[in-house]
């Protein structure tokens, strides 16, 4: 695959209501304190029908800027909606979604709590003794990442179970 394979083709451009569709998703992710231009890539990813996208499609396809997409994408990566897709001998920049994006998001970020809670160790062991207020801070909110990681493991066991009946029963 070649750089001018990265130029979307008619059977990759959205439609009106797509794009709308992207926009609105992008609006309510950004509610979530997040940034919208994110909220955009992870929306056309979910719906693009290709398996994976390059940085250029994205960037076409939503006109917007590289630097934005890149902005965008490196913060998805790194919190755990989109991975990184490579291609041999393609120096491009391809992303994609899982299936199940949400389930991913949860079981990545269950692995971003024990780096918090080591941190927060750090705080509570350093050098020379903490006032009562911080030191409470400190220990309250170790302790609700490691009951939030144990929550997150069984939060993550109940969503899967819950995806599997319901793609039984043939609903969408």
Known sequence: MTSDDAVPTPDLAMSPDQLAWIEQFALTWEGTNSARMEGRVVGLLMIAD????SSQQIAQLLTASAGAVSTATRRLVEVGFIQRHAIAGDRNHYFRVEDDIWGR????????????????????????????????????????????????????????????????????
């Open 105 to 172: 998001w949860l079981a990545s970020e269950r692995n971003y709590l024990p780096r918090l809670q080591r941190v927060l160790d750090q705080g509570l062991a350093a050098e020379g003794p903490l006032a009562e207020g911080p030191a409470r801070r400190l220990r309250n909110a170790r302790n609700y990442m490691e009951w939030l990681a144990g929550y997150h493991r069984k939060m993550l066991a109940d969503w899967e179970a819950y995806r599997d009946a319901q793609a039984g029963t043939g609903e969408p």
């Open 50 to 53: 290709r398996p994976y996208l």
